[in-house]
């Protein structure tokens, strides 16, 4: 059964996103009829007479689009526009002047200030398909942010968790050195051997005791090592008790350890 996919809030966003639009212009009934025009669209329509005031509402307001006339008293439209683009460097700006001047224009649209110069008078279906393009590519630029972020944290997350795994691997190794020179530094013989019966571990103590037999890792072990049922032997002839530990509570250690006591010091126990 496949498992059901949970997509995260940020994809569940809703088919009509909260849009916000600034309309500047000097004209009171151009701008009337510019509100009228776009508010039935669904934007939320910010409207301001000169440049100064469009960078008032910027400063309180973060927007989307911006639709600016050209000829403004005080600020031309292509300054308020490079300014509003500092303010919001995210929007998506329009110019809708009456007047063509080609030159400011152009260095404007090559510098980044301004996404599209549209004239006045307009066509308002094409100018509501200029306004609804500009959102789209103002959303696509969001999205792109949004997922960037994400991979981005994302990426850290997995590093963090890269280099909690490296810490606890050398841990573990660590720990594993400081256990493998324990035993072999025991004065008792350890030997290792695994569910195949190949030596996998012989301390000095094992090593100095049974010589070769014990002297290559990874060859059989010699049968009267653990054979069932022998618990004791005479090694060089001196009596040991042989005494078996399973291991296998971890996949990584399957096998048995074998330990190798002096009879006379285990009675004494």
């Known amino acids: 059964?496949?498992?059901p996919v949970i997509l995260p809030p940020q994809a569940l966003r809703s088919s009509a996103p909260h849009r916000r639009l600034l309309l500047v212009d000097d004209e009171p009934n151009i701008l009337a009829a510019l509100n009228r025009l776009l508010r039935r669209d669904g934007y939320e329509v910010f409207c301001a007479d000169s440049g100064a005031a469009g960078l008032e509402v910027?400063?309180?307001?973060?927007?989307?689009?911006?639709v600016s006339d050209q000829r403004m008293p005080?600020?031309?439209?292509?300054d308020f526009l490079r300014r509003?683009?500092?303010?919001?460097?995210d929007s998506i700006r329009i110019m809708l002047s009456g007047y063509t001047e080609l030159q400011s224009v152009t260095d404007a649209v090559n510098e980044g200030a301004i996404f599209k110069f549209l004239t006045k008078p307009w066509n308002d279906?094409?100018?509501?398909?200029?306004?609804a393009e500009a959102f789209r590519i103002k959303e696509i630029a969001d999205d792109n942010q949004r997922l960037h972020l994400e991979i981005c944290s994302a990426n850290r997350k997995l590093e963090q968790l890269l280099l909690e795994k490296q810490e606890q691997i050398r841990l573990e190794e660590t720990a594993l050195e400081v256990a493998r020179d324990l035993m072999e530094?025991?004065?008792l013989a350890?030997?290792?051997?695994?569910?195949?019966?190949?030596?996998a571990f012989a301390n000095a103590c094992a090593r100095r005791l049974f010589g070769a037999q014990v002297a290559v890792l990874g060859d059989a072990e010699d049968v009267h090592l653990?054979?069932?049922?022998?618990?004791?032997?005479?090694?060089?002839?001196?009596?040991?008790?042989?005494?078996r530990y399973p291991m296998g509570e971890r996949p990584a250690s399957r096998g048995t350890l074998l330990t190798f006591v002096p009879r006379q010091t285990h009675e004494q126990r």
Not at 61 to 66: L, T
Not at 84 to 89: G, I, N, T, V
């Open 190 to 199: 350890l030997v290792g051997v695994d569910d195949s019966g190949m030596i």
């Open 226 to 243: 653990a054979r069932p049922a022998s618990q004791a032997r005479d090694i060089h002839n001196n009596p040991y008790d042989i005494i």
């Open 125 to 131: 279906t094409q100018l509501r398909g200029h306004i």
């Open 74 to 78: 005080g600020m031309l439209g292509v």
């Open 1 to 3: 059964m496949i498992a």
């Open 84 to 89: 509003a683009r500092a303010l919001c460097p």
């Open 58 to 66: 910027l400063s309180k307001h973060c927007v989307d689009v911006i």
């Open 185 to 187: 530094h025991l004065p």
